[in-house]
């Protein structure tokens, strides 16, 4: 089966960076998703890492390492409009399984 | 283009009343994904579809949770009886199947909440 761990909760200031972390266990490992979901939405798909390293989309990055079995979201320049409930999903051949989530409060 | 439809958006039963959700995917896409989202927790998987065929219901209470996707399009989920702990958002996703795209990404509809009295 798998499993993933996120922090619960993580608070941070508007024009802050913020790290989310991530560890997993799995088997049959394709790739790490991110995934955001404001109150009472969708949860909506912001990067996928297949490969170790960094990709970057913006102010999001997302970094993977798979010999470590964890990965980050990295969120710059931090506006209030990014609170909200950021996810990783593990890939596996065809499923996608999420995290239990980390809750993102942006505050002035 | 069109995103996911799901209805209905809201829904109040009672314990033991049956219920059933229904969601259309993307055009286009063979994978469809129900998934349980009870309050803050992460989506859960209740069955995947490609086609019309099943690729994995293992978390799907199968005493009290059907689903089907007769035609390869759309889709709908049942619960009967509902119990309290169905309590959650039941969210629809689809996409093309993963392994031919190389991807983890899933186009969600906005979910069907339901509430068990």
């Known amino acids: 089966g798998q499993s993933l761990e996120q922090p619960s909760e993580v608070t941070a200031v508007e024009g802050a960076i913020v790290q989310i972390n991530c560890t997993y266990q799995?088997?049959?490992?394709?790739?790490l998703s991110w995934y955001q979901q404001h109150d009472g939405g969708a949860p909506t798909f912001l990067s996928y890492?297949?490969?170790?390293g960094l990709e970057e989309t913006g102010r999001f990055s997302s970094f993977l390492s798979r010999s470590d079995s964890y990965g980050y979201l990295l969120l710059q320049e931090l506006q209030m409009k990014d609170s909200a409930s950021y996810f990783c999903?593990?890939?596996?051949?065809?499923?996608?399984?999420f995290g239990t989530g980390t809750r993102l409060l942006v505050s002035p | 283009e069109a995103g996911v439809a799901q209805s209905p958006r809201y829904k109040i039963i009672e314990k033991r009343q049956s219920v059933a959700f229904w969601c259309n995917p993307i055009s286009g896409h063979a994978t469809l994904y129900w998934y349980q989202q009870i309050l803050g927790q992460g989506p859960k998987l209740l069955i995947q579809?490609?086609?019309?065929?099943?690729?994995?219901d293992s978390q799907l209470p199968k005493d009290r949770f059907s689903a089907e996707r007769l035609k390869g399009v759309d889709s709908t989920l049942k619960i009967q009886p509902a119990k309290l702990e169905d309590s959650a958002v039941y969210l629809c996703?689809?996409?093309?199947?993963?392994?031919?795209?190389?991807?983890?990404?899933?186009?969600f509809g906005e979910g069907s909440r339901l509430t068990v009295l």
């Open positions: 999903a593990v890939r596996s051949f065809q499923k996608l399984v």
């Open positions: 579809f490609q086609n019309n065929g099943v690729v994995d």
């Open positions: 996703a689809s996409s093309p199947p993963l392994y031919r795209v190389n991807t983890g990404e899933l186009f």
């Open positions: 890492n297949a490969l170790d």
């Open positions: 799995t088997s049959g490992f394709y790739g």
